[in-house]
């Protein structure tokens, strides 16, 4: 098989299974095997791992899970790595296995992103309208302690069944705003 059709191979059907950087890590793996005097891409690659997490666009960690779920479906062959190099073949009899990503993977995926969007805008709106009523309660409470405080300073005075209801609103105030602390 030529670097050519190893590349059109793993674009066609790897992104039906596996993520956008195991597709890059595969791409370049493939591209590591290529020399002019012969096109072989079944050829052992030797790398070192910064190659590789660059080329994936991953971490360390991430490219150890990426090769090791690579290596147990059969498609990374004979690896060999230590902490800076990595040995290996590709085999692409299981990817052929794979369905050919297209418009119904295209379609499966936009549906699970707009749900996602629609469950985030509602959130958010959710909050808005909690955030307003925050901002509205607390108009009134100033408004109220206001004319309270404007009662009281003309002589009035309250009754007990005022000084319990004062209290209960005093009481509730501070729920609603520790609340408000935690958001």
Known sequence: MTKTEARKLIRERVPSKYPKSTEMLLLKLVDLTYRPDSDDAERPIKTTVAVATKAARVGERQLRNIIGQLSSDGILIDVV?????????????????????????????????????????????????????????????????????????????????????????REMRKKAHEAARKL
């Open 81 to 169: 790595r230590n902490p800076k190099h990595l040995a290996c073949r590709v085999k692409y009899a299981p990817l052929f296995n794979l369905e050919v990503y297209g418009e119904k993977h295209k379609a499966e995926k936009q549906a699970r992103n707009d749900d996602r969007a629609a469950a985030a805008r509602e959130a958010h709106k959710q909050e808005s309208l909690y955030r307003e009523g925050l901002i509205v309660s607390a108009q009134l409470r100033n408004i109220l302690e206001g004319a309270l405080l404007d009662y009281l300073s003309q002589g009035g005075t309250l009754t007990p069944e005022q000084q319990t209801m004062l209290r209960e609103y």
